[in-house]
């Protein structure tokens, strides 16, 4: 684990990755991600806080090898940090109207800075901390997983990959999580990840994620991946490997009866 731990800490080539995500801190709940490696294809992840009590977070996969797709990335990226702040900043904002327009937007700046059709499968959600609530739109990516008491459930898709055609959009659901719950996002390249011809799959991450003991969203992603690589027995460097999550702290034993 400490040597994977000095692996996905290692900073990506600045070409390559030229902004690095900081994880805001959160009220009651952790937020991260992890990658392993340098980036090899077009996963992208990032976090800003748009609100006092509002944190947006993401997870893209630009079809392609990161050489021919960097300027894309970068564009998406740019256009996530500004169409969030913008979209989600008002202290009513309507959530659901707001990830909606996100999706529209993102899907026409991954149109236009590949000059045509590039698939991108994306994963956006606003986590609101004072009611513990995720909204969310899935375009075509690998299912959210969320752990709660009545074990895991997944976040599938809610439209299609962007990038694709220059109106679509997905629909916006929204999913609350409990004290102590944790929603889970992985790349493709963990679901592809193979081992003489077998592939890893979700249920495994899904079967992973119901036995983990990790609380932390840190530790969780580093677990991910660590098993990933168990399961090749080599390092995974077939693809960009990317592992998020957020984590909503367990409610405090007393802490109910206290404030009542």
Same mark, same amino acid.
Do not use: W
């Given at each position: 684990?400490?040597?994977?731990?000095?692996?996905?800490?290692?900073?990506?080539?600045?070409?390559r990755d030229p902004v690095q995500a900081h994880f805001p801190e959160l009220q009651q709940a952790s937020l991260s991600a992890v990658y392993y490696g340098q980036r090899m294809g077009g996963?992208?992840?990032?976090?800003?806080?748009?609100?006092?009590?509002?944190?947006?977070?993401?997870?893209?996969d630009v079809a &392609?090898?990161?050489?021919?797709?960097?300027?894309?990335?970068?564009?998406?990226? *740019?256009?996530?940090?500004?169409?969030?702040?913008?979209?989600?900043?008002?202290?009513?904002?309507?959530?659901? *109207?707001?990830?909606?327009?996100?999706?529209?937007r993102l899907n026409r700046t991954i149109i236009q800075s590949a000059g045509?059709?590039?698939s991108c499968a994306a994963f956006a959600g606003c986590y609101e901390?004072?009611?513990?609530?995720?909204?969310?739109?899935?375009? &075509?990516?690998?299912?959210?997983?969320?752990?709660?008491?009545?074990?895991?459930?997944?976040?599938?898709?809610?439209?299609?990959?962007l990038g694709l055609f220059s109106h679509t959009t997905c629909d916006a659901?929204?999913?609350g999580l409990e004290p102590g719950a944790t929603l889970l996002l992985v790349s493709r390249g963990i679901v592809e990840a193979k081992c003489n011809r077998q592939e890893f799959?979700?249920?495994s991450v899904k079967s992973n994620f119901q036995q983990s003991t990790h609380e932390s969203? $840190?530790?969780?992603?580093?677990?991910?991946? $660590?098993?990933?690589? *168990?399961?090749?027995?080599?390092p995974p460097t077939h693809n960009d490997v990317t592992a998020l999550a957020l984590n909503r702290a367990a409610q405090p034993v007393g802490a109910e009866a206290a404030s009542a």
């Open positions: 684990m400490r040597a994977l731990l000095n692996l996905v800490r290692k900073k990506p080539l600045p070409a996963d992208l992840y990032d976090f800003l806080r748009v609100g006092p009590n509002r944190v947006l977070f993401g997870l893209l &392609g090898r990161a050489e021919e797709n960097k300027g894309i990335v970068a564009a998406a990226r *740019d256009n996530f940090r500004s169409s969030g702040c913008e979209l989600f900043s008002k202290e009513d904002v309507n959530e659901a *109207d707001a990830m909606m327009e996100l999706c529209l045509g059709v590039r901390e004072n009611l513990g609530t995720v909204c969310y739109f899935n375009a &075509g990516h690998t299912p959210g997983l969320v752990r709660d008491t009545t074990g895991v459930s997944e976040l599938r898709a809610t439209g299609l990959p659901s929204t999913v799959g979700l249920d969203a $840190q530790e969780l992603c580093l677990d991910v991946l $660590q098993r990933v690589q *168990d399961f090749m027995c080599v």
